[in-house]
Every structure is written in structure tokens, then in C-alpha cells.
């Protein structure tokens, strides 16, 4: 996980004697000066921590009154979420003997009248929720927490929870804790804080903040990724659960076309975003443009026009979507240039900000051959990119070396289970039969290889149920003849053959040289007559898709023709 935020409790946990700890002040100065946000969360009106703190520079802002108060310390700007209990409710506090303070929001007094206060709460109808913090207890609104405010106030700083580490010890910390990528407890801490955390720390206090702080700046930002992090892919036949971690890791998703693949890297950008990753989708193809349709995702390059790639990263930054980039209208040149671009400049806000959290980049080996400036932001260890290919061998080596983990969707493709067969031979478990391994992944299965000191490196699994389907399409009839002036004609055929209908096509691709297919699909003839003449843009997308690998030195694979074809239409046999 690559740190980007730091959240720190303050009593118990960042203050010794209620004052904070030197050393976390100076762990949190260099923090800050690679280019962390650090935030002071606590359950203290916010006069009390200003007081008790006396200097607030090393935060960027302070989260108050169990995340009611959020204070920008750079703007000394607050912002006020919630309001306080009705004024004749603290009266019946005073009238029964209850002592307590207020805040802007928030009422605390000690646990020992916490069962008068609730008394008070009920017989008033006052809605509010009590929160514990060992001896003291609160009386805040509904669904105010620390996580809440963290929250809001990452918002206005442009971070993300995924690239927090929050440190805490009382019963009010658990919200923020559990909502923080890495959760780490302070020595002393409540036991249900110590269960749910992580990490555990050793040393009292700030020291033992400021340590681990420390010593994850000396690993350049990076924690380990907590085991509960974790996405589904789906499940064994034994019903195990094959899961890959959240962060820290590259990955590529192999298969012929109508394997699943697809499927499989649209299951991970789903359960990605419903936990609050913030990612990129670059989709070619149109594949992706469905997932738009759900919260917290746009499509731009449809109806909304592609912004320029420096403000495209910007706005991942400042607005909490992630965004399918739909490159569909740009010519195969100007798709280069602009993904080229727009991961520049997404490599740029990744380092300083560490969002997105994961970049999806549909037909990868588009755009990553051995000369593409793409290459190097796969070894950086932001890392989190997903490669998705029915051409994993035309990914230059540099791309292998990058990756923790191969999803392989069904091969049949002769050159490309070849190269699987190679992958599987030099990176599986000793004792793997990689051809055995290669055939037992049959649709809808597909197998996981995870490379490195994995426990279980090779698993094959049915993918888990997606929430966002595939738009599927009615198979039309073939035999609709056209006229002789729109009719295909194939080159480079030892007689000469002409397609009148879909049928006709079909039969033609079955039966020209390899030569031909060449000649064509490098010219890009068989989607723009699909296109043009028939206006089926959907399987001209994916013939698209076989023409742009030929430049890229792939051999024609009559098959895949064939098979989006009839994938397509009802070709009735003569």
C-alpha cells in the first residue's frame, strides 16, 4: 500500500500526558515533506486540542469532536458537520446532576451517567448516537464519526482512504480504523481495537508512532497490504475463495476473445470501486462503456467529450469518481499519443497523491510495445495497473517482469498458448504440468498464477457474479444479399472470391490463403466494410481489434475470424 495520508488519534495514542509526543512532530514534519497530508483526529473540541497542542503546523488538518469539526489548518477554514442536541435537552442535563461539556456539536461527559444520559435521549427524542472513548462517553448525531470526518476532510485535501494509515487506541478509533487501508493500534489499546488492527505497535505513545512512521518513509511511502484487503476473482470447485490483494500488486488478464476475460477484469474494476478505490479504465473498444451507468463511475469519450489528458488526471484528483475513458472516436495513432499522454500525466498525480488507485488498460498490447514510453510506469512501485490482452505474447518482457499475478481466461490461439505454456513453465509451482494446467482452464473457468512466495501460486476457478452485465446482442441472419457494388472482395486468392452476404464472408475467410487475411486485416478492410456496408459497429470492433495486432507482428488467425463472426450471425450451412 503506498501511503499518501496519515491519521493519528491524539489522546492515548499521539499524547503522552496530554501534550503531544516531540518525536511525532518531527516524524510527521518529514512525512509531510514527501509529500503526505497528515490529520489530527480526536474526540477534543477543537479550542482544546489548539490549546493542548499550542503549535499545529506539522497537520494539515484536524478532525474534531469525533469527526464533527473539520479544521483546514493551511485555510483556517472549519467545517461543521451535524448540529447539537436542542438546548432544552442540556437544561434536563443541568436539572439531573450530569455534568458535561459541549463543543460545536458534540456533548461528552464519563461513562458512569451514560445510562441517564440515554434515559434523557429516549424520554426527549433526541437523534443522536453514544460513542465511547474508555472512561468518556458522547452525544453526537447520527452517523458522525472520525471515519466521516476523515472523510470529508480527505475530500478537501484531494486523498483517498485507500492510501491512509490511521493510528488509534479507544473504542471511538474502531470507525476510522476500519475504514483506513492500514489500521495500526497504539500499545495500550482497547482490546477490540488491538483484534481489528493490522499492525500493533511496541512502543508507547507518539515514540511508537513516530517509529513506524519513520519506518515506512525510509521504504519509500510503502506498508505492507493487510491480508483483509483483498478483491474476489471467485472460487475453486472445492468453494475456496481466490482472491488477489487490494494494492502492491501488477497485473495481466490473458484469453481469447469471448473467454471471460473481459468479464473477469470488469468483476475486479467493480469490487475495486465499491471499496473505494479510485480507478482509470482505458477501453479502446468500447468495451467498458456499461459501467458508467453506475455510481460513482463516468464515461468520457461518448457522450461526454475526452478532456485533455493533464486535466483528465486532475479531475480523478479532484473529484471522488473513477472514469472509463472511451477512446473509440480517436484513429488507432491518436490513441497512442493520447494514452501515452494521459498516463504521464496520471504518473504525476499517482506519486504525489497516489490516485488513481488502479489503472485498467483494455487491448494493453496496443499500447505497450518495446519502444512505448508506457513501460516505465509499470516498474514504478505505484504499481496497481491491470493489463488486459487476447495477445499476451506480443507484451514486451520488460511488461512480465513487472507482474505479481497472470489471470488466464480460455486459449486456444496455437501462438499464444505457446507463450502461456512458457509463462507457466517459468513461474509456476515446481511440479506444475504447464500444458495439463493450460487446458484445464475451459470457459467459464480460468486459472491464477501468482508469482513470488505465494502460498497456493497456481489455482483454477470459476469467476465470482459481476453487478454490472455485459450488454449482449441478438445473433442476426447472414444471407441477406448486397449489391455487386458493396459486395468484399478478397486479393491475393488463387480465384477469385467475392462476398455478397455474411454467409458468403464466412465461407471466403474459411477458404483464403493466409496471405490474404494478411493483406486485409493490415489494411484494416474487413471492419470498415463490416462497418461501412453493414453498420454492425460492434463486430466491427472486434475485427478491429485482430487487425491492429498484424502490424504488430502477429500471424492471422483464421479461427478468431471465424469465431466473431458466427459469435454474431446464424450462418446457415449449404
Not at 486459449?411 to 499464444?416: A, G, H, N, Y
Request: charged share 20%; glycine share 8%.
Amino acid at each position: 500500500m503506498y501511503c499518501r495520508v496519515i491519521a493519528c488519534d491524539f489522546d492515548g495514542t499521539g499524547a503522552t500526558d496530554g501534550k503531544p509526543a516531540p518525536e511525532l512532530y518531527a516524524a510527521l514534519g518529514e512525512a509531510r515533506a514527501q509529500g503526505m497530508r497528515t490529520l489530527l483526529v480526536t474526540g477534543r473540541v477543537l479550542e482544546d486540542v489548539q490549546h493542548a497542542c499550542q503549535e499545529i503546523s506539522p497537520f494539515d488538518a484536524v478532525v474534531a469532536e469525533n469527526g464533527a469539526v473539520i479544521y483546514l489548518c493551511d485555510l483556517g477554514r472549519t467545517i461543521q458537520l451535524g448540529q447539537p442536541p436542542p438546548e432544552h435537552f442540556l437544561g434536563e442535563l443541568r436539572a439531573h446532576g450530569v455534568p458535561f461539556h459541549t463543543g460545536a456539536v458534540v456533548v461528552g461527559t464519563w461513562e458512569q451517567h451514560a445510562g441517564k444520559l440515554l434515559d434523557l435521549i429516549r424520554s426527549l427524542g433526541i437523534d443522536g448516537q453514544m460513542v465511547f472513548n474508555r472512561g468518556a462517553v458522547m452525544l453526537l448525531p447520527s452517523g458522525i464519526n472520525k471515519a466521516v470526518g476523515i472523510h470529508r476532510a480527505l475530500d478537501e485535501l484531494g486523498r483517498s482512504e485507500r492510501n491512509l494509515v490511521a493510528f488509534g487506541d479507544a473504542e471511538n478509533d474502531i470507525p476510522m480504523m476500519t475504514e483506513a487501508e492500514v489500521a495500526v493500534a497504539a500499545r495500550g489499546a482497547v482490546p477490540a481495537v488491538s483484534a481489528l488492527a493490522d499492525e500493533r505497535l511496541t512502543q508507547l505513545g507518539g515514540a511508537g508512532v513516530a517509529l513506524y512512521i519513520r519506518k515506512m518513509l525510509k521504504q519509500g511511502g510503502f506498508a505492507p497490504t493487510p491480508a483483509r484487503r483483498k478483491v474476489r476473482v471467485g472460487s475453486t470447485s472445492d468453494g475456496d475463495e481466490v482472491a488477489l490483494p487490494t494494492s502492491g500488486i501488477n497485473i495481466v488478464v490473458s484469453g481469447d476473445p469471448r473467454s471471460g476475460k473481459s468479464w473477469i477484469a470488469g468483476l475486479l474494476a467493480e469490487q475495486l470501486v465499491e471499496q473505494g478505490h479510485r480507478i482509470c479504465i482505458i477501453d479502446p473498444e468500447g468495451d467498458y462503456a456499461q459501467m458508467g451507468q453506475r455510481s460513482k463511475i463516468i464515461t468520457l469519450g461518448l457522450e461526454l467529450a475526452l478532456p485533455p489528458p493533464q486535466a483528465a488526471a486532475q479531475l480523478l484528483v479532484t473529484e471522488p469518481l473513477s472514469i472509463v475513458f472511451g477512446l473509440t472516436s480517436l484513429a488507432p495513432r491518436e490513441q497512442l499519443v493520447y494514452v501515452d499522454q494521459l498516463l504521464a500525466a496520471l504518473q504525476d498525480e499517482r506519486q504525489a497523491t497516489g490516485i488513481p488507485n488502479w489503472v485498467l488498460i483494455d487491448e494493453a498490447h496496443y499500447f505497450f510495445q518495446p519502444s512505448s514510453p508506457c513501460l516505465k510506469y509499470l516498474a514504478s512501485r505505484t504499481g496497481n495497473f491491470c493489463l488486459v490482452t487476447y495477445r499476451p505474447s506480443l507484451l514486451p518482457s520488460d511488461v512480465y517482469e513487472a507482474i505479481g499475478a497472470h489471470i488466464i481466461a480460455m486459449t486456444r490461439v496455437e501462438e499464444e498458448r505457446y507463450f502461456i505454456t512458457k509463462v507457466l513453465q517459468a513461474h509456476g509451482p515446481r511440479g506444475l504440468a504447464a500444458h495439463a494446467a493450460l487446458d484445464s482452464v475451459v470457459f467459464p473457468r480460468a486459472g491464477l498464477l501468482l508469482t513470488g512466495d505465494a502460498v497456493n501460486p497456481w489455482r483454477v476457478f470459476e469467476p465470482a457474479e459481476r453487478v454490472t452485465r455485459h450488454a449482449h446482442h441478438f445473433r442476426k441472419y447472414a444471407d441477406t444479399r448486397l449489391s455487386e457494388d458493396k459486395a468484399f472482395r478478397f486479393v491475393d486468392t488463387d480465384v477469385p472470391m467475392v462476398a455478397r452476404n455474411m454467409r458468403e464472408f464466412y465461407q471466403a475467410v474459411h477458404e483464403a490463403p493466409l496471405a490474404s487475411l494478411r493483406h486485409h486485416l493490415g489494411a484494416g478492410d474487413f471492419s470498415r466494410w463490416v462497418n461501412d456496408v453493414l453498420g454492425d459497429q460492434q463486430l466491427a470492433r472486434g475485427l478491429r481489434k485482430l487487425e491492429r495486432t498484424t502490424p504488430a507482428g502477429a500471424t492471422p488467425d483464421r479461427m478468431e475470424i471465424l469465431a466473431h463472426i458466427s459469435d454474431h450471425y446464424l450462418i446457415q450451412e449449404e
